[in-house]
């Protein structure tokens, strides 16, 4: 579609792919128990997962957004290490693939540290604001989803890059 005018503003397909057993947005120091002798324990590539708008997609791009489909709980929990992002906001929808919202899971999300540490529990379409600076994660999910329920984890910065290291 990046053949006309406004044809490189949208995307059909991810930009690019994690490696197996890689989250498509977040470095390996973000997430927990993942050892190079772990990684093929973990789950596949999932189709429509990747990384599909940041710096690469086109000129000038000025957001990063990621799309991970999740059909399984990872094998270790926490999967997500608490962390901060220092200058940059983000957002991240838990998006259910079913029409009655229920993401076959049970999700829990910190944000904050210390005395304003908070856990949030949810398990139907969510969508967290966090901005530059606080603090979220570890964040887990129940396992094993229920059967035929999976949801997409879409992750947006306002910035056009990630760093993967």
């Not at 128990?33 to 690469?56: F, Q």
């Not at 997409?152 to 056009?160: A, D, E």
Request: overall charge negative; hydrophobic content about 35%; proline content about 10%.
């Amino acid at each position: 579609m990046s053949d006309t005018k406004y044809g490189k503003y949208i995307r059909t397909g991810p930009v690019t792919v994690p490696p197996r057993g890689k989250l498509a947005f977040h470095s390996e120091s973000f997430n927990a128990g993942i050892g190079e002798g772990e990684r093929e324990d973990r789950p596949a590539r999932v189709p429509g997962s990747g990384v599909y708008l940041n710096a690469d997609a086109y000129d000038g791009c000025p957001y990063y957004v990621s799309i991970q489909r999740t059909p399984e709980a990872p094998p270790n929990q926490p999967f997500l290490l608490k962390h901060a992002h220092e200058d940059v906001d983000e957002v991240v929808m838990f998006v259910a693939a079913s029409p009655d919202a229920d993401l076959g899971t049970t999700v829990t999300f910190m944000m904050g540290e210390g005395e304003e540490e908070e856990e949030h529990i949810f398990s139907e379409t969510t969508v967290i604001h966090i901005p530059a600076g606080v603090t979220h994660g570890p964040m887990f999910y129940s396992s094993p989803f229920k059967e035929g329920k999976q949801f997409y984890l879409i992750v947006w910065l306002n910035q056009p890059d990630y760093p993967m290291e």
